[in-house]
């Protein structure tokens, strides 16, 4: 069955330092998102992608955050100059479409981002 | 925006009985909820969804009714096994919305 690919499973970086987190989204798939997960609370939206541009991002998103879609698989989320409270799980999804029954949302397994 | 809540946090069961999550929103143009079960170290998995022109959805197990008057949705599992021992997170929304998610429910089920 098809899924959602994210690399590095687990990221260790130091205050100040840039991160890429990556992930390869379903094949067939159009939107693509970026959620997070501080430990014990709920998935947060982040961002959506859609035609190789944001469509909707939230105030978590500022400007320390990027996202690209560099080539035809890969889906990457950038954060310039990572904070303490950037450690989170970040978790990837995509879904092929918008309305019945493309909505479906595929998440990836996570990359653990801890900042020291 | 849309603001979905979720109750309980955690849920205990023993083996055998029934598990009922429940879940509230607020954004009536909201209409697809979606249940997630996330195993630790896991990414969320769908487990099964409804949309809000259905007033319930069933798969073996696991069901899900929606009352869009009332704005609320549940999950319903029965007869709970030891695996079924995870966080499930309820979520809503629209063709032209993300997902909003709960805060998630922790469900163990002892043998």
């Known amino acids: 069955e098809p899924e959602v690919t994210q690399t590095p499973s687990h990221q260790v970086t130091q205050m100040g330092q840039e991160v890429i987190l990556r992930c390869v989204p379903i094949s067939n798939h159009l939107y693509f998102y970026w959620y997070r997960q501080i430990l014990g609370q709920k998935v947060e939206f982040l961002v959506s992608f859609y035609n190789n541009e944001i469509s909707e991002k939230s105030e978590i998103f500022d400007d320390q955050f990027s996202v690209e879609r560099p080539d035809g698989s890969n889906f990457t989320l950038k954060i310039r100059s990572t904070k303490l409270e950037d450690s989170a799980m970040y978790f990837c999804?995509?879904?092929?479409?918008?309305?019945?029954?493309?909505?479906?949302?595929?998440f990836g397994s996570g990359t653990q981002l801890s900042v020291l | 925006g849309e603001n979905v809540e979720q109750h309980p946090s955690t849920l205990s069961v023993q083996e055998g009985d029934s598990a009922v999550i429940k879940c509230t929103y607020s954004d009536s143009a909201s209409n697809y909820f979606p249940w997630y079960k996330q195993e630790l170290g896991k990414g969320p998995q769908l487990i099964i969804d409804?949309?809000?022109?259905?007033g319930e959805k069933k798969d073996q197990r696991i069901a899900v009714t929606l009352n869009k008057t009332a704005k609320h949705f549940s999950l319903h599992i029965t007869e709970t096994q030891p695996e079924d021992s995870a966080v499930y997170f309820c979520?809503?929304?629209?063709?032209?919305?993300?997902?909003?998610f709960g805060k998630g429910t922790m469900l163990l089920v002892s043998p």
């Open positions: 999804a995509s879904k092929l479409g918008q309305g019945t029954p493309n909505e479906k949302l595929f």
């Open positions: 409804i949309r809000s022109n259905v």
């Open positions: 979520a809503g929304g629209s063709r032209y919305s993300t997902l909003t």
